[in-house]
């Protein structure tokens, strides 16, 4: 079984949901947008836009649908705890988890706070291991399967308009980043199966000279992986399809919002393949930036927005859809985290007092 954090890893934890934090991100976003609002600024497109009601009802189906997806995480989050949460308990613990990957590099993430967090609550330590190392192997299958079916239906189209091969620049890293998830995810999935087999292989990388530094944390997942393969094999058929379906629909939401937020600015009538396209390009947008060293992706997804989806919008238009993005699904989270996190760090000390 995994032991609960050591009091020295709570601390570094808890300095890594540091609420000054919020600052980087949001100081890094807002400098991108606003140069490239100056340096895009056209008044003839920017005209175009009408501000009238089917903005506001084309934004409010973004906002809505996104909501959706923090629903689905958080019902996810119940049926993985066994409903040890409560949907409303869910809900707040997500909060948590976006803020830590949102004040995180993306090529970091928030799921070492993640199981932090999760084990202060009414599970065990062995418990948010299991939970978080799930999620991690369904949303990987959920890229590698899908972006797999993608680029075999657009091609080269699936990451920018003027791309004719997958052997040039967004194309390689796209192909080296669905590589890097195919290997990881295979020897986590594999992992499930021959727990013990990737514990010795882990065991034996840790002790070559040179990833020293790493070691702690290889012997650290090798164990990890024991323990969600023995969690997970008591587990029903409909538990995993829950689960699966769940995610399924996160990404999915989250990803769509961009469709509803560029109609909301340009008042075209799209095929439905020209709607999958644009879905299509937002999740090869996020795989792309998954190596991003700035918190959330700030800076770096605004400055790729336009370019990703320049033909569907002008660059002008794109620097205010970039704005609109990321208020949507970026910012709340910074900003709802921070409201949050100092209650749940009251209650857990609450609840600490009481043992």
């Known amino acids: ?83 040890a ?17 949102a004040i995180s590099p993306t090529s970091i993430g928030g799921s ?63 192909m080296v980043v669905w590589l890097f998830m195919l290997t990881y995810g295979g020897v986590l999935v594999w992992g499930l199966f021959r727990p013990r087999v990737i514990k010795r292989l882990l065991m034996w990388v840790a002790s070559w000279p040179f990833i020293k530094r790493y070691r702690l944390a290889l012997y650290q997942i090798g164990q990890d992986v024991v323990t969600t393969s023995k969690e997970l094999r008591t587990k029903p058929l409909s538990f995993h399809i829950q689960a699966i379906s769940l995610t399924i629909g996160a990404w999915i939401a989250r990803f769509a919002a961009v469709n509803f937020i560029i109609l909301a600015l340009v008042n075209v009538d799209w095929s439905f393949m020209e709607h999958f396209l644009v879905y299509a390009r937002s999740e090869t947008m996020y795989v792309i930036t998954q190596f991003s060293p700035t918190p959330g992706g700030s800076g770096v997804m605004e400055i790729m927005f336009s370019g990703f989806f320049k033909d569907f919008i002008s ?4 620097s205010v859809a970039a704005l609109l993005w990321r208020l949507i699904t970026y910012y709340p989270y910074l900003i709802i985290g921070a409201l949050i996190i100092p209650n749940w760090i009251r209650r857990v000390v609450r609840q600490r007092r009481k043992v």
């Open 315 to 318: 660059a002008s238009i794109g």
């Open 112 to 174: 070492a706070v993640a199981v932090f967090f999760l084990s202060q609550e009414k599970i065990s330590g062995a418990k948010a291991v299991s939970i978080v190392l799930y999620t991690v192997i369904v949303d990987t299958l959920f890229f590698l399967i899908s972006l797999a079916g993608l680029l075999a239906i657009f091609g080269p189209q699936l990451i920018r308009p003027e791309m004719t091969s997958m052997f040039q620049g967004y194309g390689i890293v796209f």
């Open 85 to 101: 949460f409560t949907l409303k308990h869910g809900i707040e613990l997500v909060f948590i988890w976006e803020f830590a990957s």
């Open 1 to 83: 079984m995994t032991s609960k954090p050591k009091i020295s890893q709570e601390e570094e934890a808890l300095k890594s949901l540091n609420l000054s934090k919020i600052i980087l991100p949001v100081l890094l976003g807002l400098a991108v947008i606003l140069y490239l609002v100056f340096r895009q600024f056209d008044t003839d497109e920017l005209s175009k836009i009408e501000w009238n009601s089917r903005l506001l009802l084309y934004l409010g189906i973004a906002v809505l649908i996104y909501v959706c997806r923090h629903i689905f995480y958080a019902l996810r989050l119940v049926i993985l705890s066994d409903k």
